[in-house]
C-alpha cells in the first residue's frame, strides 16, 4: 500500500507505519542521548500509552531507566484496505526497540475506563511484574462508559458561565476568524467532569492497591495543562478546566487514602504542544503556532519527549519537589511565564488572516501534527510500496 496522508479537518485518518517507527525511533535517541539516568522507577503502568504525552512518558521509563512498562492504549489495528491508528504503529515500534534492548514490554488494547480492562491489568502485573512503582494517567478521550452504571459521558470543550468569542484558526479552510462558543450547562460540566477529571484515575489506583500490587512508596501523576489568559476562557477556566480541577481533588484523595503505602499522587502541568488530542480544541492551533514561533526564537520550545524527560528528571522523583499552590508539578513555567505571554499576546491582537503565516509558526506546527500520524519524516520514502499489516 502507497500510504500518503488523508487529512480530514483536524485529524489525519490514516498513519504511516514506517514513519511511526521514526518518530518512536526520534525519541529514544533524545532519550540515551540524555543519559545518566538516577534513581527511577522500575515497574511502570501507563494509561494512554501510544501517543503524546503518555508515549514520551513509557519511552523515558524504558530507555531511561530501563524499566519494564505495561501500557494500555485505545487503538485501531490495521486491515489489508485501511493502515492501524498512529498509536498502534507507535506501540509496535515501542515493542520492537524494547525487544531489541532486552527490556520488558507488554500493551493491552482497549477501554482504560472498564472494569475488564483493569482485570486485564491487574493479571499481567501479578504474571510478569509483581507490583508496580509509577502509575501514569495520561489519557484522552471524548467520552467514558461509566463501568458500575454503563451510562456514557460525552465531554464538551465549552466556556463556562458566559459565552466567548475568540480568534481561531481553521487548519482545514486555512482561515483566521472568530468563534463565538456558548457556555456550557451544568450537564455539560459533570459530563466533561466524568470523562478526563480524577473518578477513573481513583478507581485504578483503587484496583491496584486491593490487588496489593501498589509497591512501597510508588508515584503517580495525571497530566494537566493550566495555561494563561489566552487560554483561560476555552480552557483552564472552561468545561475541561473544571474537569483538570478534579485531578487535583483526586491527587489529594488518593495521598490521604493510601499513605499507609506512601504512595505520592500528583498532578503535573504540562506545555501546550500538538498532539492528537490538543490539535481537536478550537484555538488551540493558533494558539501553539504562536507559542512556537516565540518559543523557538527565546531557544525553550520542547516537545512531548523533552517535556516528559525533565519531569521525571527534575520533580517526579525528587525527595521534596517543588510544588505550586494547588500541590502540582510545573513543567509549563518557559510558557506560561508572564515576559513570554507577552510576547504571545502582542502577537495574538496582531495576527489575521493576511499576516497569520508570517507571526506565527505554523509551518512547524503542521510538520508536528503530519509526525503524529508518521508523515513528514526525511529519511521516509513516502512512494514507497509498504505493508499495513504491522502486529506487536
Ligand atoms: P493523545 O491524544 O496524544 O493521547 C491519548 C492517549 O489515550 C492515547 O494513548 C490513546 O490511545 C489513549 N486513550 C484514549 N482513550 C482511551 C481509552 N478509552 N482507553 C484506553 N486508552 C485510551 O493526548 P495527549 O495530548 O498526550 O494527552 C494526554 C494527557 O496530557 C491528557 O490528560 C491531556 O489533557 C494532557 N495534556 C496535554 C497537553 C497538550 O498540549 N497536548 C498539554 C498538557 C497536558
Known amino acids: 500500500m502507497i500510504i500518503q496522508p488523508k487529512i480530514r479537518g483536524f485529524i489525519c485518518t490514516n498513519a504511516h507505519p514506517v ?28 494509561l494512554g500509552c501510544s501517543t503524546g504525552y503518555g508515549l514520551a512518558s513509557r519511552i523515558v521509563s524504558a ?32 515493542h520492537q526497540q524494547a525487544k531489541d534492548a532486552g527490556l520488558y514490554a507488554r500493551t493491552l488494547n482497549g477501554d482504560a475506563f472498564s472494569n475488564e ?11 510478569d511484574m509483581g507490583k508496580v512503582d509509577l502509575i501514569i494517567y495520561s489519557l484522552a478521550s471524548p467520552r467514558r462508559t461509566d463501568p458500575t452504571s454503563g451510562e456514557t459521558f460525552k465531554s464538551v470543550l465549552k466556556p463556562v458561565g458566559q459565552a466567548y468569542t475568540t480568534k481561531t484558526y481553521d487548519t482545514d479552510k486555512d482561515l ?59 480552557y483552564g477556566h472552561a468545561t475541561i478546566g473544571k474537569a483538570k480541577e478534579d485531578l487535583d481533588r483526586a491527587a489529594a484523595e488518593l495521598n490521604s487514602s493510601y499513605a499507609d503505602k506512601q504512595l505520592k499522587a500528583y498532578v503535573s502541568s504540562l506545555k501546550a504542544l500538538v498532539t492528537q488530542a490538543s490539535s481537536a480544541i478550537p484555538v ?22 523533552e517535556q516528559i524527560n525533565g519531569l521525571f528528571r527534575q520533580k517526579l522523583f525528587d525527595a521534596a519537589p517543588e510544588l505550586d499552590e494547588a500541590k502540582r508539578l510545573r513543567m509549563d513555567g ?15 491582537q496582531q495576527v489575521t488572516q493576511e499576516n497569520f503565516h508570517q507571526l506565527s509558526d505554523y509551518a512547524g506546527y503542521h510538520q508536528e ?9 526525511a529519511g521516509v520514502d513516502y512512494d514507497a510500496d509498504v505493508n499495513p499489516l504491522v502486529e506487536w
Not at 21 to 41: H, L, M, R, S, T
Not at 74 to 94: L, V
Not at 334 to 348: G, R, S, V, Y
Not at 369 to 377: I, K, P, S, V
Request: proline residues 3%; hydrophobic residues 40%; contains cysteine.
Open 284 to 305: 488551540m492551533p493558533l494558539y501553539i503556532s504562536l507559542i512556537y514561533k516565540v518559543m523557538k526564537e527565546e531557544g525553550t520550545h520542547e516537545g512531548c519527549i
Open 334 to 348: 518557559k510558557e506560561t511565564n508572564d515576559a513570554t505571554q507577552a510576547k504571545i499576546k502582542a502577537l495574538w
Open 176 to 234: 483566521v476568524h472568530d468563534i463565538s462558543l456558548e457556555p456550557a450547562s451544568e450537564e455539560e460540566i459533570q459530563h466533561t467532569i466524568k470523562v478526563m477529571g480524577g473518578e477513573d484515575w481513583e478507581l485504578w489506583i483503587k484496583a491496584l492497591a486491593d490487588a496489593d500490587l501498589l509497591a512501597d512508596g510508588c508515584r503517580t501523576t495525571a497530566y494537566t495543562y493550566i495555561g494563561k489568559e489566552l487560554t483561560w476562557p476555552i
Open 19 to 46: 514513519g511511526c517507527a521514526a518518530n518512536v525511533q526520534q525519541q529514544i535517541d533524545y532519550v540515551k542521548a540524555q543519559a545518566p539516568f538516577g534513581e527511577g522507577p522500575k515497574n511502570v503502568l501507563v
Open 63 to 94: 530507555f531511561g531507566y530501563g524499566a519494564n512498562t505495561l501500557g494500555v492504549c485505545f487503538e485501531k489495528e490495521p486491515s489489508e484496505r485501511k493502515t492501524a491508528t498512529a498509536g498502534w504503529y507507535n506501540t509496535a515500534a515501542f
Open 369 to 377: 501534527f503530519l509526525h503524529l500520524f508518521g508523515f513528514g519524516f
Open 117 to 127: 480492562i483493569k482485570a486485564e491489568v491487574i493479571n499481567a502485573i501479578k504474571q
